[in-house]
């Protein structure tokens, strides 16, 4: 027996969640105390790589969610609007009786919203394990776009915090080690981040793996958390402001970046002429500093954090050519490696959202300065159309 | 032998009008993207020429046609054949009519490796049939030898020469059915892992060869396909009796490879669940072991292996 939806459309769910936030900021008003995560709505952006046409849309992926969900020991319903789900599941707090809520909004069937109340380790546990599927990914976003997001239209920074730790390739060696974490709330996260910016050894440690922005649009405005894994949590008493900020600005700057520029105008292929469209992608860094062939086998192991699997098909001492297959949706590229750039070559067809975790994921483990263009794009990674 | 094969040469040119980072990217400033791979051109009644490569730059109304030459000696029908290309003919051929003005110019240039014996070849060839073609070496550099182009700045760009470093030319072409087993294998390797993760059921020799060929497989003829699945067969029943054994199944060792045997990855991900790192690793290291046996093989000429190596 299926437990009773509270909301079947989206925006039944998007007032029940505004209600939601409203009752959570009344509640501390009055007592003055702030519950952690208490009220706070989250959404979670996940990339899925279903091969789905637009007239089975519906069909394929009820059926998928009915495949894979019941592994998780979660339940799942059909709401009201097309492809609009419930997912539901006991809290993994064998204390508490009530079981967790998740709205799942497939309406973009390549990238879908999971939106909850749930507090964090019970909604960041499902992301995890979703995403540890095949087909199914987190959005990755790396330090240009999480600033972007910040800096786009009628949103400014609040704060970010960082994480830095190149374990992956320092391997145990506690001389090469290196970790950086700062998490920095309030309104001179801007004059901050000019020192970070005006330091080198900064510049390459302090990986941006959140931001948090303020969003005003009319007289709406909301606090939202935006960690570089796809997740935005909402503070405040807007969910409307939240979610114009996830499925209008941040879900369609993500979809231009990964299926417009990467996979339609990146990824390398003949057309129908014959012609040999795309152009490589390339990442600067601020140069090797340990043998390549040791940087080839930390990021090439097939396991975490890169989930890359790769086989040298040329190595010298300056330059590889790396064969690879991405472990989480197999499909192949091919990373050109020299002291301070690493050049992709993204086949046509393969997901375009291996190059946004290869790349998020670098910076946090390598060089957070790292950056990344292609073909006329300057930067591959924005957030205002155009840029 | 030449120094280079042809393959390395277009993919030379073909990178230069990329934005790449290890090529110099002179022609893609210019504006020239390549247009077309072995598209065949009728130049006069049953007299036709199947370029290579061709580039075009819409900037400077300009049209390129390239033929390699890794060998000493040119064709000399096929270059008077060239002779009689118009612009004409590649506005019909190339469907360039709605993209470009009238007047386009075009060049015919032949691409050979900066190796003395190639060079003088070709240049005494050209001379002897007073074929009016630039020539254009390329080695550590990529420059013009003899001749004009036709094109001002094409003439200006292969005169002044493009810096290259050889190694790091991309291959937008893999390889090609004259290539050696241990430069294919590679490639195969990389298909069968990403098939495996896929979930592939049994495939076949042509499937692997399609995937593992790149990009320019819808266009390779069938001649040149047979010689390429040919040579990824022997490539797959090396390794499956070696290297791959456990990972790879396939037809019994007497049996004759073909472009229809079914091949079955063992270790296919069909439930979804990630690879054991162990595994992964393993299939790294035999996949380099299986490249450096048949480099040794076919360039050390280890005797005796040979033979196992290169039965059918």
């Known amino acids: 027996m299926y437990p009773q939806p509270t909301a079947r459309t989206v925006p039944e769910m998007i007032g029940y969640f505004q209600d939601r936030m409203q009752a959570g900021l009344a509640r501390y008003d009055s007592e003055k105390k702030a519950i952690f995560d208490e009220g706070a709505a989250k959404t979670y952006l996940l990339e899925t790589d279903l091969a789905i046409e637009e007239n089975n849309k519906h069909d394929r992926i009820t059926a998928f969610l009915r495949e894979i969900l019941p592994t998780l020991s979660c339940e799942v319903q059909e709401l009201g609007d097309e492809a609009f789900y419930l997912i539901t599941r006991p809290n993994s707090d064998a204390s508490k009786d009530r079981s967790e809520q998740f ?48 800096r786009a239209k009628d949103n400014s920074l609040q704060g970010f915090s960082s994480r830095f730790d190149n374990e992956p390739f320092a391997k145990g060696d506690e001389e090469r080690h290196a970790e950086f974490s700062l998490k920095l709330w309030g309104n001179l996260a801007r004059e901050v981040l000019q020192v970070i910016n005006s330091s080198d050894v900064l510049q390459r440690h302090a990986a941006i793996s959140g931001v948090r922005v303020r969003r005003r649009v009319a007289d709406d405005t909301v606090l939202d958390d935006v960690n570089c894994f796809g997740k935005a949590t909402a503070f405040g008493a807007s969910f409307t402001g939240h979610y114009d900020l996830v499925a209008y600005q941040i879900r369609r700057a993500y979809r231009r970046t990964i299926v417009d520029r990467i996979e339609d105008q990146l990824a390398i292929g003949l057309s129908g002429d014959n012609v040999l469209e795309g152009s490589p992608i390339v990442i600067r860094h601020q140069g090797l500093d340990l043998d390549l062939r040791a940087f080839v086998d930390a990021i090439f192991s097939g396991a975490g954090p890169f989930r890359l699997w790769g086989m040298a098909e040329t190595l010298s001492e300056s330059f590889a050519r790396v064969l690879a297959v991405d472990m989480h949706v197999g499909h192949k590229l091919t990373f050109d490696i020299g002291n301070s750039i690493i050049r992709i070559e993204l086949p046509r067809g393969s997901c375009g959202n291996t190059i946004a975790r290869f790349f998020t994921l670098f910076q946090q483990h390598y060089d957070a300065n790292a950056s990344i263009s292609g073909g006329d794009f300057e930067t591959v990674f924005s957030v205002e159309e155009g840029a | 032998m030449a120094t280079l094969s042809n393959l390395t040469m277009l993919n030379a040119i073909i990178a230069s009008c990329k934005k790449e980072p290890f090529v110099a990217d002179d022609l893609y400033r210019l504006g020239y993207t390549q247009v077309a791979i072995e598209k065949t051109v009728v130049v006069a009644p049953g007299e036709t020429v199947v370029p290579d490569l061709a580039i075009a730059s819409s900037n400077l109304n300009s049209v390129c046609c390239f033929e390699a030459k890794s060998g000493r000696n040119l064709e000399a029908a096929q270059g008077h054949r060239y002779e009689r290309i118009e612009p004409e003919h590649i506005e019909r051929f190339y469907q360039f009519s709605l993209k470009y003005r009238a007047g386009i110019t075009v060049d015919v240039s032949y691409l050979c490796p900066e190796d003395a014996e190639c060079i003088d070849g070709l240049t005494y060839d050209l001379e002897r049939e007073s074929l009016p073609f630039p020539l254009v070496s390329i080695g550590a550099a990529i420059g013009l030898v003899q001749g004009r182009f036709k094109h001002h700045d094409l003439q200006a760009l292969f005169s002044a020469g493009m810096a290259v470093e050889i190694e790091k030319v991309p291959k937008y072409y893999r390889f090609d059915q004259d290539s050696f087993l241990y430069q294919i294998a590679p490639f195969v390797v990389q298909t069968l892992v990403a098939f495996s993760q896929q979930g592939v059921g049994p495939t076949t020799t042509q499937a692997i060869a399609a995937d593992a060929y790149g990009p320019y497989w819808s266009v390779t003829g069938p001649r040149q396909r047979n010689g390429i699945v040919t040579k990824i067969g022997k490539v797959l029943k090396a390794a499956m009796l070696k290297e791959l054994k456990g990972f790879l199944q396939g037809p019994e060792p007497d049996k004759k490879v073909t472009p229809n045997t079914t091949w079955t990855l063992n270790f296919a991900n069909t439930s979804g669940s990630a690879y054991p790192a162990q595994r992964l690793a393993s299939l790294k290291a035999a996949g380099e072991e299986l490249t450096e046996r048949m480099k040794l093989v076919e360039l050390g000429g280890i005797p005796g292996i040979s033979g196992f190596l290169f039965e059918d």
């Open chain 1, 103 to 150: 709205y799942l909004q497939a309406d973009d069937s390549r990238f879908w919203l999971l939106h909850t109340l749930a507090k964090s380790d019970q909604a960041d546990r499902l992301q995890q394990e979703l995403t540890r599927l095949p087909k199914i990914d987190s959005a990755w976003f790396p330090k240009q776009f999480l600033l972007d997001i910040a």
